[in-house]
């Protein structure tokens, strides 16, 4: 299966050596960039498998486009340097970079890099939205713990029948449990107000 990829570097003839070597892997090298800034936006704007980018470019380093590219959770970056002095590897290993090779790059190194790289971006989104879900689900509780207990204090019911009347509104008006918890707790807490 071939990747879509950007390429961000300042030199034209290695941009040109990494597209043939992309495209003839079956890969479709969807942008080019001359500088980070534009390679920035031709990765928003793409949305590419796999991002690779010099460290040394004009307007905004390699270094700094993959922070950036990492933070908006955009696509995998592997970083690709004349250097490999240690100074670089620890920047490089703060940008959340999931690759850094040294030029030249050689099919041999170079696409295994792309798949590791693909394969860490892919695990670290399945963890964020592991988390996220985790956390929906623990402030879903947290709301409706509350708005049972409020229940259970108004109509003097036992826990499950309050947990039941929750359940059956949220289904009979086709809400989220957490949403019809959410405004009984603003209800009783505007009857609470007036009183």
């Known amino acids: ?48 498998d796999i991002v690779l980018l010099d460290i040394k470019m004009p307007r905004l380093d390699g270094i700094h486009a993959a922070k950036m590219i990492g933070h908006e959770g955009l696509a995998p970056v592997l970083l690709l340097t004349a250097y490999s002095q240690q100074d670089i590897v620890e920047k490089a290993k ?53 708005a049972k207990g409020y229940l259970m204090d108004l109509y003097h019911i036992p826990e499950n029948e309050a947990y039941q009347r929750l359940q059956q509104y949220s289904m009979k008006n086709r809400k989220t449990l957490k949403n019809v918890a959410s405004a009984v707790i603003a209800s009783v807490e505007q009857m609470n107000k007036r009183k």
């Open 1 to 48: 299966m071939g990747y879509r990829v950007v390429i961000g570097d300042d030199e034209s003839i290695i941009r040109m050596d990494l597209c043939e070597m992309l495209e003839e892997a079956g890969h479709t090298v969807v942008g080019e960039a001359a500088d980070g800034v534009e390679a920035l936006d031709l990765v928003r704007k793409e949305k590419p």
């Open 94 to 146: 703060d940008s959340g970079v999931l690759g850094y090779l040294v030029k030249p790059v050689s099919p041999v190194n170079l696409f295994p890099a792309i798949e590791i790289a693909i394969s860490q971006f892919q695990r670290q989104l399945e963890t964020a939205h592991q988390l996220e879900d985790m956390n929906e689900r623990m402030e879903t509780r947290k709301v409706v713990e509350r």
